[in-house]
């Protein structure tokens, strides 16, 4: 059961009403255009707003819709939110991600958006999941079995079709090149700064391209390559690091996964001879403690950095930490 869909419902029907009823009476001193010497920047959640804040300086003032420790999919926005994103110079966001930010945008802002999943294309959802090359008929996917998937239950890497993973800023490289992409677009809104925008950009690409070298040779020589992950958000760090991810659950973090798909993940991570079960920092861990005292693994964090949990940090030093951990997990030498 998707217990988000009526609050989400609710939450576009209440910005289509503020936005017909006009939203700037909704503004207060925080809001966008508040600065007339910075481009008011308003980030849809946390890597979007770490982008705009590294390639704009000094020169934008940035807003993020999600508060530290939140989670991103469950926005909902407030008035004085719809007043911010309708007075923004610029939107960042990612289309499909947050239904309630895309109607206001729609509403209120459509010609001040940059959608990032337009940069390059999104990976499916699939192409995330865990694919076994053994002969055995257990492992099967549903469509080559014959078998219909049982209702009611994702099966983690087989989302509906057309479902695409969002979560691109896992991949440093992916990241870099929306960065120049948005230095592109801050250049259009303030072109007496453009240069500086692009300068900023290609001095981030040089740090994430470091980011990405650490991580592949760090990842390299490794005793096993499966990660064992309470929902499948890492298809784009696996898929650049050569790792395979067994997923819990699958893309949305709160579906309850179905005893039959808890036992099937406690059978491949004894398989893979997994010591740890990954669980995040903005969900509950319990299903991953589950299948950990049952196999007899650890439990550690794996951030995928949807947004900054209270303990801080930034996006490079967190994805640090997550290759130490990824490291320890999987005996890398």
Not at 134 to 141: F, I, M, R, S
Not at 204 to 213: F, H, T, V
Request: with cysteine; charged share 25%; glycine share 8%.
């Amino acid at each position: 059961m998707n217990i988000r869909s009526a609050p989400r419902t609710l939450a576009v029907a209440t910005t289509a009403l503020l936005a017909l009823g006009g939203v700037a009476a909704c503004s207060d001193d925080d809001t966008a255009g508040a600065d007339p010497q910075r481009v008011d920047v308003v980030a849809a959640f946390y890597p979007l707003q770490f982008l705009a804040e590294r390639i704009g300086g000094d020169a934008v003032k940035v807003s993020n819709l999600v508060k530290p420790g939140a989670e991103p999919h469950d926005l909902e926005l407030n008035p004085g939110q719809v007043g911010q994103v309708a007075e923004a110079e610029l939107v960042v966001l990612l289309k499909g991600f947050q239904p309630a930010l895309d109607e206001a945008v729609e509403q209120n802002a459509k010609d001040r958006a940059f959608d990032v999943s337009t940069v390059q294309p999104l990976m499916d959802a699939a192409a995330g999941g865990h694919d076994h090359d053994h002969e055995g008929e257990e492992h099967a996917h549903p469509e080559e079995s014959g078998k219909a998937e049982e209702p009611g239950h994702e099966e983690p890497g087989h989302e509906e079709s057309g479902t695409k993973d969002p979560h691109l800023w896992l991949d440093p490289t992916r990241l870099a090149t929306v960065g120049d992409k948005l230095a592109e677009r801050l250049g259009q809104a303030d072109p007496d700064r453009a240069a500086d925008y692009t300068a900023r950009a290609g001095a981030l690409r040089a740090e994430l391209e470091k980011l990405d070298a650490e991580f592949t040779a760090g990842l390299k020589t490794c005793q096993r390559r499966e990660i064992v992950v309470s929902h499948t958000a890492f298809g784009y760090l696996t898929e650049r690091y050569k790792l395979e991810q067994i997923g819990i659950t699958g893309l949305s973090p709160e579906n309850e996964p179905a005893p039959q798909r808890l036992a099937e993940v406690a059978e491949e991570a004894r398989e893979h001879k997994a010591t740890t079960i990954f669980f995040e920092t903005l969900v509950s861990p319990k299903v991953a403690e589950t299948i950990a005292a049952e196999v007899g693994a650890k439990t550690a964090v794996l951030d995928p950095l949807e947004g900054l949990s209270t303990g801080g940090g930034d996006y490079l030093s967190v994805m640090r930490t997550n290759l130490a951990t990824l490291r320890t997990a999987l005996s890398c030498s």
